[in-house]
Nanobody, 123 residues
Framework: QVQLVESGGGLVQGGGSLRLSCVVSGGTFSTYTMAWFRQAPGKELEFVATITWSSSATRYADSVKDRFTISRDNAKNTLYLQMNSLKPEDTAVYYC????????????????WGQGSQVTVSS
């Protein structure tokens, strides 16, 4: 059974930084495409970033490009999301997700999900 556990969320002032982590167990992390999604109160789930199994390619939502960086450490079965220059509109629950396939921005194509980590950015 594949399990994903996020950590690193919290409360931060606007302009600040946070780093989310997602540890994967029970599967073959090094073969998965990984992604981050987020859901703000009253809004739909939104794509944030995705990375190939080898870290050879990444994709970002326009709203986070140049501020967020997705990365992974296959030796540690861990996915990261470095978030800089945070804005109040980045406030959301952030989810990591995994799929044994190509890069995708579509949440429905991901097979495995974490429980989410709350990020709150104050103005």
């Amino acid at each position: 059974q594949v399990q994903l556990v996020e950590s690193g969320g919290g409360l931060v002032q606007g302009g600040g930084s946070l780093r989310l982590s997602c540890v994967v167990s029970g599967g073959t992390f090094s073969t998965y495409t990984m992604a981050w999604f987020r859901q703000a109160p009253g809004k739909e789930l939104e794509f944030v970033a995705t990375i190939t199994w080898s870290s050879s390619a990444t994709r970002y939502a326009d709203s986070v490009k140049d501020r967020f960086t997705i990365s992974r450490d296959n030796a540690k079965n861990t996915l990261y999301l470095q978030m800089n220059s945070l804005k109040p509109e980045d406030t959301a629950v952030y989810y990591c997700a995994a799929r044994p396939g190509e890069l995708s921005k579509i949440s429905g194509l991901y097979d495995y999900w974490g429980q989410g980590s709350q990020v709150t950015v104050s103005s």
